[in-house]
């Protein structure tokens, strides 16, 4: 059963955040009830608040919230607290698509945000179809094809971008062959269909196995991705079987360069194995998760991390990325209404499309939206290599 709408407005603490937010002050609207008198928006988010995921999904639930306090501390979107409604999923493609058919039969919400993680996609095609505004952060660049799916934006970097970066990594260490493990799901297999070309482009002979989610060994298939011989291993995947790969790599002795990519530098490490499973990794960071990179002295990075350490009640024990992902799902679609003056979703995709990153000044990625693309501008530049370090807070630190 969904629950009721719940307001989250603002605490008084948060008050002393940004100055500037989403409530712009210009005119406009589509001429019809989602004029800018309207209101309040109200989104409609799905989480895996339970199920094998649910530690994620209740992580981002916490950006959500983070980001309404943010929003109605800064004026609201057209003038109104923002509205949302979280509805567990239990991070099943089956469970989204049924809950999201039961929510869109009662009318339609200013915005949907989809899904925690491997559920997104289910969920992408049934929004298209029934015109519905849709900011979400899987990282497949299946859906940044505005053609196709013209009222969908991502909050997060692509496959292409992390993998550019990685390919950059390989290259500069003179690795020809690399072995690859990846989760056995939606996830894994759009990585592996843009990576496989990438490393090929690279000169880099990858050969790809697979682990499904719910793996507690992951011997053999590190043992198959061993079989080519490669010169360097590769591990992606965000899934509960990250674990299961760590212990194998334990299990089996190995020393061979290794290298995390950012979809598994982002599982909580912590929670895997001891620091010294991960002797010999380089992992793969978007800068902002990392302590002291230009991109956490950024002023909307400190808002954002503020709200969200104040939701979390001072403990974030998973990466920060986790928790900027779905803050950021939330501060696009209100951006997204408030520079429409409305919330007729074309109008709303097209502000997007011509914002600025003075616009969307909280708004934690790069800002560079437009027809032909809609995630953020995201280069290599914006990642860093690091060895195993400790999450302090969500913020990845790095010794000395």
């Not at 019809?32 to 928006?41: D, I, K, T, Y």
């Not at 993998?163 to 690795?175: D, I, P």
Request: hydrophobic share 40%.
């Amino acid at each position: 059963m969904r629950s009721n709408w719940t307001r989250l407005a603002a605490a008084a603490a948060v008050a002393t955040l940004a100055a500037s937010g989403c409530g712009s002050s210009g005119e406009g609207g589509d001429g019809g009830a989602s004029s800018r008198s309207a209101g309040p928006m109200k989104i409609e988010i799905f989480q895996a608040l339970s199920g094998p995921v649910a530690p994620v999904g209740q992580a981002m639930s916490v950006g959500n919230k983070a980001a309404v306090a943010v929003v109605n501390a800064n004026g609201g979107v057209l003038g109104k607290d923002l509205e949302v409604n979280i509805t567990d999923d239990a991070g099943s493609p089956d469970q989204l698509a049924a809950k999201l058919q039961e929510r869109l039969s009662g009318g339609k919400p200013h915005a949907v945000l989809p899904g925690s993680a491997a559920e997104i996609p289910a969920g992408i095609p049934i929004l298209s179809n029934t015109g519905v505004f849709v900011s979400q952060h899987f990282t497949a660049n299946t859906f940044n094809d505005p053609k196709k799916y013209p009222l969908v934006f991502g909050n997060a970097h692509t496959i292409p971008d992390y993998t550019e970066s990685l390919v950059e990594k390989l290259k500069e260490k003179g690795h020809a062959s690399v072995g690859v493990v990846d989760s056995d799901d939606s996830s894994g297999q759009a990585f592996e269909a843009v990576a496989k070309s990438a490393f090929e482009d690279a000169g880099i002979k990858a050969t790809f196995v697979s682990v499904p989610p719910s793996a507690v060994d992951a011997t053999a298939q590190l043992q198959q991705a061993l079989a080519g011989k490669p010169d360097a291993l590769v591990f992606a995947g965000y899934f509960p079987g990250a674990a299961a790969v760590v212990s194998a790599r334990t299990k089996l002795g190995l020393t061979l360069p290794t290298y995390s990519a950012q979809t598994f530098s982002a599982n909580n490490l912590a929670d895997i194995a001891d620091p010294s499973a991960f002797e010999g990794i380089e992992f793969q960071q978007l800068a902002a998760n990392v302590k002291g990179t230009p991109q956490t002295e950024s002023k909307a990075f400190k808002t954002f991390y503020q709200a969200v350490l104040k939701e979390g009640g001072g403990k974030l024990p998973f990466p920060i990325n986790t928790y900027l992902v779905a803050y950021n799902d939330v501060l696009l679609a209100a951006y997204a209404a408030d520079l429409a003056g409305g919330f007729d979703p074309k109008q709303m995709a097209k502000a997007v499309e011509n914002a600025k990153p003075e616009d969307m000044p909280n708004y934690v990625m790069p800002v560079g939206f437009s027809s032909e693309n809609h995630f953020p501008d995201v280069t290599p530049k914006d990642f860093v290599f690091v060895p195993y370090s400790p999450v302090k807070n969500g913020m990845v630190v790095p010794p000395g």
